[in-house]
């Protein structure tokens, strides 16, 4: 199965699963979406498992052309991309489980 991202601009509305008759490649599987929820709609492929454009988006994920990736929505206000088009928090997460970030004191916490 295909999956395509229905795009607002460089922001991700929804995806769709498309069976793979009706979307051989991008600019088909494009057309056919298209098809179904009209001519002015865009769209853009992706990958559950994260061949294309870096990660599967969902709603609310935006999408950088120059780099060709979905981002991820920043998790806290803080956080910055890194090269990888990957949230970082501003120290790094400590090792072990049971830590979250704490935005209001800019720290981890454990759980």
Excluded at 49 to 71: L, S
């Amino acid at each position: 199965m295909a999956h395509f991202a229905q795009m607002d601009g460089a922001t991700v509305m929804r995806v769709i699963v498309v069976n793979n008759a009706d979307a051989p490649d991008e600019a088909a599987g494009i057309a056919f979406c298209k098809s179904l929820f009209g001519a002015e709609t865009e769209w853009l492929q992706c990958s559950y498992n994260g061949n294309i454009r870096k990660q599967f988006p969902g709603a609310g994920f935006t999408y950088d052309a120059g780099a060709d990736v979905f981002i991820a929505p920043r998790p806290f206000p803080s956080w910055s991309l890194d090269a990888n088009h990957d949230w970082q928090p501003p120290t790094p997460k400590p090792d072990g489980d049971g830590w979250r970030w704490d935005e209001s004191a800019l720290e981890w916490v454990q759980a």
